[in-house]
């Protein structure tokens, strides 16, 4: 039994005008405990609607979310989703922001407190526990935003696009430490970008998702040769990084001029 | 915890100000004083040189007798009581039952549906044209004018408020419920707190606004309060008594506005 399994999701929406709007047919994903696999697809092509399926935020159409064996049927202390804008809110101090989650689960305040800043002192952000959001930089708050991600202590991480709107350095940083956490932690996770050379880097397995209405068009585990540790800096050194880039563009059907 | 640290960015000076620091913060109220003492000063000296016609001007020697006359026989207490009484209760009532039906209509797409193009037309309608009805079911007392700063204030904080709640960033609401957060958590944690702003926001306008309530009801039938004061006087050409209303006025919106800004530093926390 694999640690996630999609089967069989199916998701359409109704449009304004009345028809149905097939966005998802026939999903079907098995992910293991541990792994971190990327989804790429063209815009629209439903990873949000996805994640949120998986999330236990919307119900499928048709077919079942099992994690651990166990159905999904709303949302689950086991998941939790990181998204492309940190959505820190303003008025909570950073430590506040991050111990969002657990005021929510009911952890008392004192001991969400404790957690929230034992895990910003770890992940680099020892220092701005008191800070405003408005006083951080934008890797910082993207940063703030996994701690509070990450201090809900989830089995299962969503991360959709969390790398998109920051500078190349910072994103590589970023990418390096997020892997290095999910893994320290033991945690399952999924991240949706766009960014080809970020998924291969950074997964051990990468899926494109494709077609109107979308389904599962490539599923490529990644296996890179690496001198020392595997990390999404040295990933893009290996010699097998420029083939599997190039398979999963194929995948991906990008209209590029002149290639009729 | 240090829940009163400032953004960075609020501890740097915006451009640098030359001079000792109690000179940089005296220097603006110590040339509106300046200006103030000039005006009053060339007014007075134009009154007594028959340059201005102090009989449709008033002079600032006559409001300031006015100001001993009034204090002296107890009316100015009385009047600025009554209407400081009849703002600030039409003002709190309406601010409070506007801005958590405002909030409340989050609750219920259908009943905001409903609710919401009355409330629009409602806003549009001047309060004062509610006057004669209200001070002819109520009475010319104080309650009259309650009730007329409560309806000039209650659509405006109730729009404000709903139109707050649909600001909200969707995918904030995603993340709470993805954490297991219920509706009242979301409400709690997210739309009350990002609300707060603008319903500060609101509540400014809504000072000026509950004034008008008050100092009109006052106007159409009353015993009492400064616009009472300032009608009568206005009748009798006493331009002096309806300057020193003027000035009381504006004392009592001063006040309240210096108060809501201090709730609002309170309540309002990490923005700049
Ligand atoms: N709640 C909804 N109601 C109606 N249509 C929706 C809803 N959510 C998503 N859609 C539609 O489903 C399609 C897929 O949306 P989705 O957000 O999942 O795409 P995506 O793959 O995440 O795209 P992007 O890469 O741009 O983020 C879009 O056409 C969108 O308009
Ligand atoms: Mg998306």
């Known amino acids: 039994m694999s640690h996630l399994e999609l089967s069989g999701i199916s998701q359409s ?7 149905l709007h097939r966005v998802l047919a026939e999903c079907s994903l098995a992910i ?16 949000t609607t996805l994640f949120n399926v998986i999330a236990g935020l919307a119900a499928p159409q048709s077919g079942t979310v099992t994690i651990g064996g166990a159905r999904v049927d709303g949302p689950s202390a086991r998941v939790a989703y990181m ?6 809110m303003p008025w909570r101090t950073t430590l506040e922001n991050v111990t969002l989650g657990l005021e929510i689960r009911g952890v008392p305040a004192r001991e969400a407190r404790r957690r929230g800043s034992e895990l910003l002192e770890r992940y680099g952000l020892a220092g701005s526990e008191g800070l405003y959001p408005g006083a951080l930089s934008g890797g910082m708050r993207q940063r703030a935003a996994l701690v509070r991600t990450m201090v809900l202590e989830p089995e299962i991480v969503l991360l959709d696009e969390p790398f998109s709107a920051l500078d190349y350095q910072t994103r590589l940083m970023l990418e390096c430490d997020v892997r290095r956490i999910i893994d320290e932690r033991g945690c399952t996770a999924i991240l949706v970008t ?67 | ?37 000039v005006v009053i000063a060339l007014w007075q000296f134009g009154a007594d040189a028959h340059l201005v016609n102090g ?37 709190v009532l309406g601010s409070v039952l506007g801005s958590v039906a405002g909030l409340m209509l989050w609750y219920s797409r259908f009943v905001a549906r409903v609710v919401e193009p ?10 004062i044209a509610l006057g004669p009805l209200i001070i002819i079911w109520l009475g010319a007392g104080v309650e009259s004018k309650i009730v007329l700063a409560f309806v000039s204030t209650l659509v405006v904080a109730l729009l404000a408020a709903y139109g707050a709640t649909r600001e909200v960033d969707a995918d904030l609401v995603t993340l709470l419920r993805s954490i297991g957060a219920s509706r009242w ?18 509540m400014r306008i809504n000072v000026g606004f509950a004034l008008v309530g008050a100092v009109v009801g006052e106007f159409i039938s009353s015993q009492r309060g400064v616009g009472h004061a300032v009608f009568v006087a206005g009748n009798l050409f006493d331009l002096n008594t309806v300057w020193l209303g003027i000035l009381e006025l504006s004392i009592v919106a001063a006040i309240m506005y210096a108060l809501l800004a201090r709730c609002e530093r309170l309540l309002v926390k990490g923005r700049t």
């Open chain 2, 118 to 127: 009355a409330a629009v037309a409602f806003n549009g309608v001047p309060k």
């Open chain 1, 32 to 47: 293991e405990r541990g792994e971190f696999v990327s989804i790429v697809g063209p815009s629209g092509s439903g990873k």
């Open chain 1, 83 to 88: 998204l492309q804008k940190d959505l820190l």
């Open chain 2, 55 to 91: 009989q449709l001007f008033g002079t600032p020697a006559g409001i300031v007798s006015a100001a001993r006359r009034t204090f002296a026989d107890g009316s100015m207490a009385a009047d600025t009581t009554a209407t400081v009484y009849e703002t600030v209760t039409g003002f």
């Open chain 2, 185 to 202: 958590q979301i409400f709690r944690k997210l739309l009350l707190p990002s609300a707060m702003p603008f319903m500060f926001a609101a």
């Open chain 1, 13 to 19: 929406f109704r449009r304004a005008d009345g028809s």
């Open chain 2, 1 to 37: 915890m240090t829940t009163d640290a400032k953004p960075l960015g609020a501890a740097l000076p915006r451009r640098v100000v030359r001079g000792a620091p109690w000179l940089r913060h005296a220097a603006v109220p110590a040339v509106q004083l300046a200006i103030a003492a």
């Open chain 1, 194 to 260: 766009h960014d080809i050379d970020e998924a291969v880097s950074i997964s051990d397995r990468v899926v494109v998702l494709g077609g109107k209405p979308a389904s599962v068009k490539l599923d490529v585990p990644i296996e890179l040769t690496v001198e020392g540790a595997r990390t999404p800096v040295t990933s893009r050194e290996a010699p097998e990084f420029r083939r599997y880039h190039k398979a999963i563009w194929e995948q991906l059907e990008v209209a590029l001029p002149g290639a009729a």
